[in-house]
């Protein structure tokens, strides 16, 4: 079925290093893709999304790159800090009438000081 | 300040008591939702809601019962919890699901069923 994954459970970074996380998708109807933060004991925080017309995006300290070719995402944080650490999901809509976002299972960056 | 708040945050409670997890958004937003988020499963949607009394089914929505009488709320409704029901449960609401906003997500309310 279809799915969208991540290739890397664990990141270990070291602080003021930029960190990149990774993740594939199997659909091509995907058409929008949202960067998740998730801290412990908090619910998923938005940080960067990107719609199928776009190749790259950039917010504050971070850039999401989409390569519709080979059905991948990353997401790059410039001058990682220990705040950054936390479990980051990639998720998409791929617009099939199902109105629902499909998470991948996360990416858990560690920043070590 | 914009947000979307779940209560209770945590609740421990018994097989077959009715128990409901209220959602509250101040934004004005369209679509809510409400996902669970079980460790290996990652985050799946229970059931959504385009706009006032319009509510479906999402990825699993056995033992889950929702309502949205009023744009801001949109509570989840367990009748007859079962232990397979302890979990980590998010609401989440965005402006239009038609216009790829993203969905902004409540702090969870986690409930173990005994």
């Known amino acids: 079925g279809e799915s969208v994954g991540l290739h890397l459970p664990t990141l270990s970074v070291q602080e003021g290093d930029n960190s990149i996380i990774n993740c594939a998708y199997s659909?091509?109807?995907?058409?929008?893709f949202i960067w998740y933060k998730q801290e412990s004991g908090k619910g998923p925080q938005f940080i960067i999304d990107?719609?199928?017309?776009?190749d790259k995006r950039q917010g504050q300290r971070v850039t999401v790159l989409l390569n519709k070719t080979v059905k991948h995402l990353s997401l790059q944080i410039a001058a990682t800090q220990p705040g950054d650490s936390a479990v980051y999901f990639c998720a998409e809509n791929s617009d099939t009438g199902r109105r629902a976002l499909t998470f991948g299972s996360g990416t858990r960056l560690q920043v070590q000081p | 300040e914009a947000q979307v708040t779940q209560n209770p945050r945590y609740l421990i409670t018994v097989t077959g008591k009715k128990l409901t997890v209220t959602c509250s958004q101040n934004m004005n937003h369209e679509y809510m939702s409400w996902y669970r988020q079980d460790p290996g499963l990652g985050l799946r949607q229970i059931y959504y809601?385009?706009?006032?009394?319009?509510?479906d089914k999402g990825d699993v929505p056995e033992g889950y019962k929702v309502s949205r009488k009023e744009k801001r709320n949109f509570p989840l409704i367990l009748e007859s919890p079962s232990p397979n029901q302890t979990s980590l449960y998010f609401c989440?609401?965005?402006?239009?699901?038609?216009?790829?906003?993203?969905?902004?997500f409540g702090d969870g309310t986690r409930l173990s069923i005994l």
């Open positions: 989440a609401s965005s402006l239009s699901w038609d216009r790829n906003q993203p969905q902004h």
């Open positions: 809601s385009m706009n006032v009394e319009v509510t």
């Open positions: 990107i719609r199928s017309n776009m």
């Open positions: 659909n091509s109807a995907s058409d929008y």
